[in-house]
């Protein structure tokens, strides 16, 4: 079975697919192979966007323990203003893990953060309460430019 413009925007929605069929509107194996292009491309900063996530997860992490004195840091953000939000990934966090039958500790809530809880934490409206503690995680790195 030949993939066409029919198969791609049921499978991938019309919304999805539609910038690629304008950009080559005469030529619908070219909007396909473009598409497939921009996925082998996305495909290819997997790795790196892994380790970003993981490295960035676990510096933030290290400076939110020593900040608050407890593994458990998150648990302060229901009490704590200008995090309350935050709880938001916190309760989410707690549903996957239970969904799984799983117990909660800190370090599954933790890893079951997602990349863009770790990344909100790097917003301007935290800066007053969390900057001064999390600039901490890069500090390593600011001192190698340095170095270099």
């Known amino acids: 079975m030949g993939y066409n413009k029919i198969f791609f925007e049921k499978v991938f929605s019309n919304k999805r697919m539609e910038r690629y069929f304008k950009l080559y509107p005469q030529d619908e194996a070219r909007a396909i192979l473009h598409y497939q292009c921009n996925l082998c491309l996305a495909e290819s900063f997997y790795v790196s966007l892994s380790v970003f996530e993981v490295t960035l997860r676990n510096a933030l992490g290290r400076e939110l323990e020593m900040m608050t004195g ?17 709880n938001r990934y916190i309760t989410q966090a707690n549903k996957q893990i239970a969904g799984r039958h799983e117990s909660a500790t ?15 934490l790097l917003n301007s409206e935290y800066e007053r309460i969390l900057w001064k503690d999390l600039r901490r995680a890069f500090s390593v790195y600011a001192q190698k430019a340095e170095a270099a």
């Not at 800190?106 to 909100?120: C, D, H, M, Y």
């Open 70 to 86: 407890r593994q458990d840091w998150y648990a302060i953000f229901p009490n704590t203003p200008g995090l309350t939000n935050l």
């Open 106 to 120: 800190p370090s599954k809530i933790i890893a079951e953060l997602t990349l863009g809880f770790w990344v909100s």
